[in-house]
């Protein structure tokens, strides 16, 4: 093995979380062998130092003014040009939604079959075994790709961040990008501002189900939120009867999601949720029904109405943060 | 407008999922098989579409013989036609081998937009549609929660990653359908009677020689059995309490 390449994921230069957790990955998978970071947009060049963190050798960075979404597929070709002149034995990328397009077109246009969302990797000799959860999580498949370079992606919020330094080389990369290139165009991005974190990255989440009572009882859960910096996520049965967007959706048919502290708020506890919740470190449920099986998997339960349980918990929270 | 939408017929999400004596698939028998929830909104997109615009709705498979009788619900509830690509054991085979059996079928028809569902409750890649698109040489915008077409563009609102986006590109492009894209019909008797006439066009393909190795299937660890820690309002100090100095979440 001679080289692992990491797909930088970021906004304005920003890198994600995720970004860092597939760094940290590269790092151990690379061990002595370099790790090369590959970071195309505005804000590439001054990631620099914050790459330099996570024990990064080289920068390669790209910029061109016709690539205003620089982790999109737009990207395919100076990405490819990059693969190609690098010859990595292993490519990883967060498992993130803006990328995934890039990631697919790279490895139809080289013909690789990548390993996509994987929770746990193992190193022989450069050769890896991937983990990755199927059927929302019932199970979990090991696989093993026979490919060079083999493409992998990483699940954000499972791998530890490990911060260690480099002095990191940045090097341009030249390549003509033109505007016939520029396959998807970006009219409009809405809901930058948020205050909340990302329900993939969040640390803690609140998640409200049918037993929260109406649409406007999710007030208290998302008061609940901002006490502790969380996320705010629901079940499937609130977002059909549209007292939540689609895009907050936890489950099956949602999103899967492996936060440190996840706090289910009047929900059952059906399969399909159980599945899309089961990675996360620590489960406390809050319902009325003793009998609702979300209790069977909740490390801690408390039996209650959501409307009186939270709001007692966010003054208990209150006090706690006062205290210390 | 020619509309294709691609579908997998996948175990139903109630499924209890066994792993079978192999160690490398899952116990398929007696499973309850369903169409993808992803690609009955990616189908009802497209009916949506052609009911707009005018043109035809085919309805795209790859699946052993025993799902035949699956792809059939796609007709009543709008397309006119669907093409069955009948490879054995297939659930599993990899995204880039499924994406070039159907690129081999596709071009060989006009195409002006493709919809796939953004990822399958089987395999849970959410590749094949870019893949493909890839492979076609189109653009592709994935994970649609709205859809248009404006002249010759198509154009997308979509959720990545806690931001909205509202992307557009040429046509033909690949979309693929975030829940609720469309809301997905009920047939009624007549359109069930009409799409007995549907014509579904079977033929056997071979997927290429697997890049991924299947090392063997797992259930993940069970978590330890949860406890009651109180009724009421009055179990909140005590949760905070196990919050912070048991799980040492906060």
Known sequence: ?????????????????????????GKNIAGQIPLVAVMFGAGAKDAVFCLSKYGVDREIVFDNKHLKNPVSLNAVKPLI????????????????????ELLAAVSANLGISPIVDCVAIENTDGKLTCHRPVYAGKVVVSLTSNQKPTIVSIRPNIFPVIERSA??????????????????????????????PDLMEAKIIIAGGRGVGCAENFVVLEQLADVLGAAVGASRSVVDAEW???????????????????????????????AGIYSSKTIVAINSDPDAPIFKIA?????????????????ELKKAKQSS | MNIFICVKVVPDSETIIKIAPDGKTIDETNIRLAINPYDEYALEAGVQLKEKV?????????????????????????????IHLIAPNSRMVEPLSIARLLADEIRSHPFDIIFCGKTTIDAQNGLVGELLGSLLNI???SAASQFSVE??????????????????????????????????RYPSLKEIMLAKKKQIDSEPVIPGEPNLCVLGLEYPPNRPPGKIIGEGAGAAPELVRLLTEEAKVL
Request: glycine fraction near 8%; proline fraction near 5%.
């Open chain 1, 1 to 25: 093995m001679t080289k692992v390449i990491v797909f930088i994921d970021h906004k304005r230069g920003v890198i994600k979380k995720a970004t860092a957790e597939s760094l940290s990955v």
């Open chain 1, 81 to 100: 040009a990059i693969i190609k002149q690098e010859k990595p034995d292993i490519i990883l990328f967060p498992h993130t939604a803006a990328v995934k």
């Open chain 1, 167 to 196: 002095k990191t080389k940045i090097e341009e990369f030249a390549f003509q990008l033109n505007a016939t290139d520029i396959l998807t165009t970006i009219r409009e991005i809405s809901g930058d501002d948020k205050k909340r």
């Open chain 1, 244 to 274: 939540q967007p689609q895009c907050i959706q936890i489950g099956q048919t949602g999103k899967t999601v492996a936060p440190e502290l996840y706090i289910a708020c009047g929900i059952s506890g059906a399969i399909q949720h159980l």
């Open chain 1, 299 to 315: 490390d801690y339960g408390i039996i209650g109405d959501v409307k009186e349980v939270v709001p007692a918990l966010i003054q």
């Open chain 2, 54 to 82: 005018g043109g035809e709705v085919t309805v795209i498979s790859v699946g052993d013989e025993n799902v035949a009788g699956v792809i059939k619900k796609c007709l009543p509830v709008g397309a006119d036609k669907a």
């Open chain 2, 139 to 141: 653009p592709v915008v």
């Open chain 2, 151 to 184: 002249g010759d563009r198509a154009v997308v609102s979509r959720d990545v990653d806690g931001t909205k986006e509202i992307v557009d590109c040429a046509l033909p492009c690949l979309v693929t359908a975030e829940k609720g894209l469309a809301k997905p």
